[in-house]
């Protein structure tokens, strides 16, 4: 069982919105940052957000994170077939001193 | 740009060892932490290890503490990860991570491709 607690799975349709949530505790998430990946089918998880609402470099606008206290949410505007893969958020645990991770939500594009 | 390139995993009966090492370029490997994170078929993600710049300081989740050891050798650019006494329960895709700075902390930028342990008799 993940540390960080995700939705198995989210759906939607082209142009929708949609929102994967992620819970923690005051260890991890409500005392420091939470960062979400996405892992496309067969390949490695790419840094999608990093420092609860930042992207990297290339990653389309169409994705944000927010967070409140001890929960995360990425949210996917204007979906798209190339969303559909696998994501999941992560936090540094302070109390574990490690870092810890939902247990990943597939997100499908109906 | 960063490149992380695995090797190492294979096919392993239970109770035995294996050693997987991480090629890393593209970045000045010797001030960065490093990790291992691991993929269970189908499953989330687990923090396997870490290690810091000087390879003094580590961390074991505590699945694998007493049967798996980190090392780096910074003069090569490579992260190593000895395995042993493993278990099936341990089959796993491993990626080899860049840390963002010096201590463990920092977050997980840059992924390897991923070796696959699979174990089993």
């Known amino acids: 069982q993940s540390v960080l607690t995700q939705p198995p799975s989210a759906s939607g349709t082209p142009g929708q919105r949609v929102t994967i949530s992620c819970s923690g505790t005051?260890?991890?998430?409500?005392?420091?940052?939470v960062y979400w990946y996405q892992q496309l089918p067969g390949t490695a998880p790419k840094l999608l957000i990093y420092?609860?609402?930042h992207r990297p470099s290339g990653v389309p606008d169409r994705f944000s994170g927010s967070k409140s206290d001890t929960s995360a949410s990425l949210a996917v505007n204007g979906l798209r077939s190339e969303d559909e893969a696998d994501y999941f958020c992560?936090?540094?645990?302070?109390?574990?001193?490690?870092?810890?991770f939902g247990g990943g939500t597939r997100l499908t594009v109906l | 740009d960063v490149k992380l390139v695995e090797s190492g995993g294979g096919l392993v009966q239970p109770g035995g060892s294996l050693r997987l090492s991480c090629a890393a370029s593209?970045?000045?490997?010797?001030?960065?932490?490093m990790h291992w994170v691991r993929q269970a078929p189908g499953k989330g993600l687990q923090h396997v290890s870490a290690?810091?710049?000087?390879?003094?300081?580590?961390y074991y989740a505590d699945a694998v503490k007493g049967r798996f050891t980190i090392s780096r050798d910074n003069s090569e650019n490579t992260l190593y990860l000895h395995l042993s006494s493993l278990r099936p329960e341990d089959t796993a895709i491993y990626y080899c991570?860049?840390?963002?700075?010096?201590?463990?902390?920092?977050?997980?930028?840059?992924w390897g491709q991923g070796t696959l342990v699979t174990v089993s008799s």
């Open positions: 991570v860049k840390g963002y700075y010096y201590d463990s902390s920092g977050y997980l930028n840059s």
């Open positions: 593209g970045f000045t490997f010797s001030v960065y932490a």
């Open positions: 290690i810091d710049p000087n390879g003094r300081s580590t």
């Open positions: 005051i260890s991890n998430i409500e005392n420091t940052d």
């Open positions: 420092k609860n609402r």
């Open positions: 992560a936090a540094w645990d302070d109390s574990l001193s490690a870092w810890v």
